[in-house]
């Protein structure tokens, strides 16, 4: 009996070591690190590794192919950088060009198998992939936007509300600007829509969108205003492993994303948020915009409700996709496209936004769609960024488009 006491207490003693080093920290390899010249070194410890690479969206990038909608398109991937090792078996590479100032990710490849910085506690999830997250901000740079200030904050909630039309409850991010609980005033409403894959919690981590409102706004270039993410995958509840689901991993290949429920029921949503909270409940108070399957949501929901929404915007919007699975689905949503664009116009909103990328493989349907607006006369804003379909771009729109609205 006493030697199992004994070897309990061992155990314990073991347990609580490794507990407290957990706890305090120990000897640690730092990784990513910010160098005074604006290069930035990555470390990797794996004293077995035969090969160490990271791969990210700070490197220059390379070509390649990709098919979507039946079509094969080219676009960019992260370029790859090589590590060597050092003492200790920590591996070690410097880049040998100054980081501009963004927010980048990127993931370590350790004799083929991708995995994130165990020394950077900053992941990111977009749909199914985990990466690691490099933020290098500067004072007057669009990157500082993405930082945390010492301004005052806004609240992001969890909301819950009924969908009739899925019939289950769902789940919305809401954002309520510093002050709202204290106040009395009435607020406008922007809704922010995300991509194929994506849900209610992207815009917030991905996308930067609560540190990008609490800076525009503290800065006085943008108004204190209400920001509603959604989830556009219908059939879904809520983020992955926020859901009834359990143990199901996020995919690309969810039912009824573009076939024109989501779109249908979007009036539930403004329904539930002008009931629940403060808002400016009409057209001059609303907004909505959204990136790729997001940007291809706004089109059609603006066009379907002219009424609601009288600022729109666009980013890398997937015009165009969508058409074989409308035809079993809404197609009443899709039809009738040019008397409906002609009925929003004649509505006079405030503004339609359009953002893409040069490389972004959805720029031809960009392009004939602003063409088809040209030919019209329909007035809009544009927006044409370096690269392609990457959240660095749609960090770029949404700070642009959020200062244009409810002036």
């Excluded at 997250?133 to 509300?161: C, M, N, Q």
């Excluded at 006085?220 to 992955?240: L, R, S, W, Y």
């Amino acid at each position: 009996m006493k030697k199992i006491f004994v070897a309990i207490a061992a155990l314990a003693i073991g347990l609580s070591a490794s507990a407290q080093q957990a706890l305090f920290g120990g000897p640690s390899v730092e990784s990513p690190v910010i160098n005074p010249d604006g290069t930035v070194t990555f470390r990797f410890q794996a004293p077995k590794a035969i090969k160490v690479e990271v791969t990210g969206d700070f490197l220059p990038t390379q070509k390649m192919e990709v098919e979507f909608g039946g079509q094969k398109m080219v676009y960019d991937a992260p370029g790859v950088g090589v590590l060597k090792e050092g003492k200790g078996g920590v591996w070690e590479y410097t880049t040998d060009f100054v980081v501009a100032p963004d927010m980048y990710n990127y993931t370590f490849r350790v004799d083929g198998v991708s995995q994130i910085d165990p020394h950077n506690m900053w992941v990111n999830r977009d749909v199914a992939s985990l990466t690691s997250v490099l933020l290098v901000p500067a004072p007057g740079e669009r990157s500082d936007l993405y930082a945390i200030h010492k301004v005052p904050h806004g609240t992001v909630s969890k909301v819950w509300y009924h969908s009739n039309t899925a019939g289950f409850d769902r789940r919305l991010t809401v954002y309520t600007p510093a002050g709202y609980e204290t106040s009395k005033a009435k607020y406008p409403v922007l809704y922010v829509l995300h991509g194929i894959g994506g849900d209610e919690d992207a815009w917030v981590t991905q996308g930067r969108a609560t540190q990008i409102l609490d800076n525009l706004i503290a800065r006085g270039e943008a108004k204190p205003m209400i920001v509603v993410f959604t989830n556009g995958n219908i059939a879904c509840e809520a983020a992955p492993l926020e859901n009834a689901d359990g143990y199901v991993n996020p995919t690309m290949s969810l039912p009824k994303t573009m076939e024109g429920t989501f779109e249908s029921a979007f009036p539930e949503v403004v329904k539930f948020i002008d009931s629940r909270y403060r808002t400016i409940a009409k057209k001059q108070g609303r907004a909505i915009c959204g990136l790729s399957m997001g940007g291809f949501h706004t089109l059609y929901i603006t066009l379907n409700n002219p009424d609601m929404f009288n600022y729109s915007g666009m980013f890398s919007a997937a015009i165009g996709t969508g058409s074989e699975q409308a035809a079993s689905g809404h197609p009443e949503i899709y039809q009738n496209f040019d008397a409906k664009l002609a009925t929003y116009f004649s509505k006079k909103p405030a503004l339609l936004w359009i953002g893409i990328g040069k490389t972004d493989f959805l720029i031809q349907s960009n392009n004939e769609f602003r063409e088809k607006l040209n030919a019209a006369g329909y007035p809009y804003k544009y927006m044409e960024t370096d690269g392609g379909h990457i959240w660095k771009n749609w960090r770029i729109y949404l700070s642009e488009f959020v200062p244009l609205i409810f002036k």
